[in-house]
């Protein structure tokens, strides 16, 4: 037994250190969430919203965002037309503690694992709100897509760039890239 340990100790070091962050970051988001009213949406939604709508305002769109009365979602309004919900799950921050995790797990020198995973934070963050700003816009022309839209294309674009960001990781700067 001791022989197998030692031979996948890289491997079970890896897989013990991502799940181990990723629970804790899973555990301290959810207290986080706790935090709020059942009706209410949390602070990193509403900052989420409120970028998009930045967003749509650069480029002249007739956007209008706010809080649901009734619901824990901020409603996106575009063209005077509703046509999306912003909820807790749209502001990647599950994205993101996965991206960390893997990060942390395959870690390499700590300055440059701490600048990488803000960088990755940043590229996840931005590609999410320009992709609530496209959704809110093809959504608004092609609703009945909405399924191919918002459950496979913009998810596998989200997903892909965390992926490549792990092998440029992997790849160059983790304690294995030698």
Same mark, same amino acid.
């Given at each position: 037994?001791?022989?197998?340990?030692?031979?996948?100790?890289?491997?079970?070091?890896?897989?013990?250190?991502?799940?181990?962050?990723?629970?804790?970051?899973?555990?301290?988001?959810?207290?986080?969430?706790?935090?709020?009213?059942?009706?209410?949406?949390?602070?990193?939604?509403?900052?989420?919203? $409120?970028? =998009?709508?930045?967003?749509?305002?650069?480029?002249?769109?007739?956007?209008?965002?706010?809080?649901?009365?009734?619901?824990?979602?901020?409603? =996106?309004?575009?063209?005077?037309?509703?046509?999306?919900?912003?909820?807790?799950?749209?502001?990647?921050?599950?994205?993101?503690?996965?991206?960390?995790?893997?990060? %942390?797990?395959?870690?390499?020198?700590?300055?440059?694992?701490?600048?990488?995973?803000?960088?990755?934070?940043?590229?996840?963050?931005?590609?999410?709100?320009?992709?609530?700003?496209?959704?809110?816009?093809?959504?608004? $022309?092609?609703?009945?897509?909405? $399924?191919?839209? $918002?459950? =496979?294309?913009?998810?596998? %674009?989200?997903?892909? %760039? %965390?992926?490549?960001?792990?092998?440029?990781?992997?790849?160059?700067?983790?304690?294995?890239?030698?």
């Amino acid at each position: 037994m001791r022989k197998y340990l030692l031979q996948f100790k890289p491997f079970l070091i890896f897989i013990s250190t991502f799940f181990g962050v990723y629970i804790l970051l899973t555990v301290v988001y959810k207290f986080y969430l706790n935090s709020f009213e059942i009706n209410d949406v949390d602070g990193i939604t509403n900052v989420v919203g $409120h970028n =998009v709508n930045q967003l749509m305002d650069l480029f002249n769109c007739d956007i209008k965002i706010f809080k649901s009365i009734t619901n824990p979602y901020i409603e =996106v309004w575009y063209n005077k037309r509703y046509t999306l919900r912003i909820i807790e799950g749209c502001n990647a921050i599950s994205v993101i503690i996965l991206f960390i995790s893997f990060i %942390v797990a395959f870690s390499g020198k700590f300055k440059t694992t701490l600048f990488f995973i803000l960088f990755g934070i940043l590229i996840i963050y931005l590609l999410n709100v320009i992709r609530i700003a496209l959704l809110t816009v093809l959504l608004f $022309h092609f609703p009945e897509k909405e $399924h191919i839209l $918002h459950g =496979v294309l913009f998810p596998l %674009v989200i997903y892909g %760039v %965390v992926f490549i960001l792990w092998i440029i990781w992997v790849n160059k700067f983790s304690k294995y890239a030698k």
